[in-house]
């Protein structure tokens, strides 16, 4: 299994909480960057919260505050809490995978969140769907 699994959506109300997992292989799990994006319909695509192998985490300013990163080692999963949803938060989110040394440098989590061309070194999931109403 090279691609991560994502799982979690659903509809909620804004105000409301889901949380999202992404389970990887392994190898995917403990040597790759990981994190999540989103993207809505006719928007462009945005990096949300990414975690690095150093566990460095890195979240968009729309997110913060408001989004958790965490991982399970145990179980190979990547989990993000997202609470107060917000109307905006609506969209597609997908698990992605990164190898790091395909992006050399420092500070891996912030440049992938702040730059969503990185995105495109990386393994997506299938994606789980968000829907949050006012």
């Known amino acids: 299994q090279v691609h991560p699994v994502e799982s979690g959506g659903g509809s909620v109300q804004a105000g409301g909480s889901l949380r999202l997992s992404c389970s990887a292989s392994?190898?995917?799990?403990?040597?790759?960057?990981m994190g999540w994006f989103r993207q809505a319909p006719g928007k462009k695509r945005e990096a949300v919260a990414a975690i690095d192998i150093d566990d460095s985490i890195s979240y968009a300013d729309s997110v913060k505050g408001r989004f958790t990163l965490s991982k399970d080692n145990a179980k190979r999963t990547l989990y993000l809490q997202m609470d107060d949803l917000k109307p905006e938060d609506t969209a597609m989110y997908f698990c992605?995978?990164?190898?790091?040394?395909?992006?050399?440098?420092?500070?891996?989590?912030?440049?992938?969140?702040?730059?969503?061309?990185?995105?495109?070194?990386?393994?997506w999931g299938q994606g789980t769907r968000v829907d949050v109403s006012s």
């Open positions: 992605v995978a990164i190898l790091p040394s395909l992006l050399p440098g420092p500070r891996l989590a912030e440049r992938v969140v702040a730059d969503p061309s990185t995105l495109d070194y990386g393994y």
């Open positions: 392994e190898y995917i799990y403990s040597t790759y960057l």
